[in-house]
């Protein structure tokens, strides 16, 4: 449930903040009159606009200011079709790689897990919504103090849900998100899962062997279970013969 909640927010807010963008600045503040899949036309205009783009007009910390990125994350690459193809194609490749892990691993993960799983699906689905419906993503929040490329909520969702990883990789103490989609792969793949090492484990330790150690069969039992089955052969041919 929280994966679906986080992920719905998600591609809510940065959906809704590129329209407002767009709409309410590019259209009635610059005065853009072309549409918005004209990615030509919006560059030109944009680039015409550049002293203008900015909300506010003289921030020096973090402004908005609205970008056609026609390339791949953060503005990198711009201009290069075969680059917003490519990133376009492991985009898809991802999110359904996410989306078919969060089904099968739901029920396991915490709410952090949950959290980070859905921030990285709504900030997925947030840019290829654009890319695929737009030809380009809708890129707006500029960080001036630092000079850092433009991005938007979508790549914030993205970079918050990694920072989350690493934090959770490092510092926590429990089986986490990597965890969980780690014994699905190996139940999937007929291998054995986390769940099943720690009950072998527990029957090793319940019998006294070491993890290294293998359970050695009870030779004399097997003797005497063949000598059992010796006699009720003869004992069988006997009363055959009678």
């Avoid at 809510?12 to 963008?21: N, Y």
């Avoid at 009159?33 to 973090?62: C, E, H, M, Y």
């Amino acid at each position: 449930m929280w994966i679906l909640i986080i992920t719905l927010l998600v591609v809510a807010l940065d959906q809704f903040s590129k329209v407002w963008m767009f709409q309410g600045f590019v259209v009635r503040t610059l005065g853009y009159s072309g549409s918005v899949v004209d990615l030509t036309a919006l560059k030109s205009f944009l680039a015409g606009n550049a002293g203008r783009n900015s909300i506010p007009a003289d921030g020096q910390f973090i402004v908005l200011s609205f970008t056609a990125n026609d390339a791949a994350l953060f503005g990198i690459g711009s201009g290069t079709e075969w680059a917003a193809r490519l990133l376009t194609a492991l985009t898809s490749v991802f999110l359904f790689l996410l989306i078919f892990f969060a089904i099968r691993t739901s029920r396991k993960l915490n709410r952090y897990d949950s959290v980070t799983f859905g921030l990285l699906i709504g900030g997925s689905i947030g840019n290829l919504f654009d890319r695929v419906a737009l030809g380009y993503v809708r890129d707006m929040i500029y960080v001036k103090v630092i000079d850092f490329p433009i991005f938007n909520i979508a790549d914030s969702a993205i970079c918050i849900a990694i920072g989350l990883l690493i934090i959770e990789s490092f510092f926590f103490k429990r089986d986490g998100l990597f965890d969980a989609v780690e014994d699905e792969i190996r139940y999937m793949f007929h291998m054995r899962s986390r769940a099943e090492a720690v009950a072998e484990e527990k029957e090793r330790k319940a019998k006294g062997l070491s993890r290294f150690e293998e359970e050695i069969p009870d030779s004399n039992a097997q003797q005497t279970t063949g000598v059992a089955d010796k006699e009720i052969k003869v004992v069988a041919s006997e009363t055959k013969e009678k």
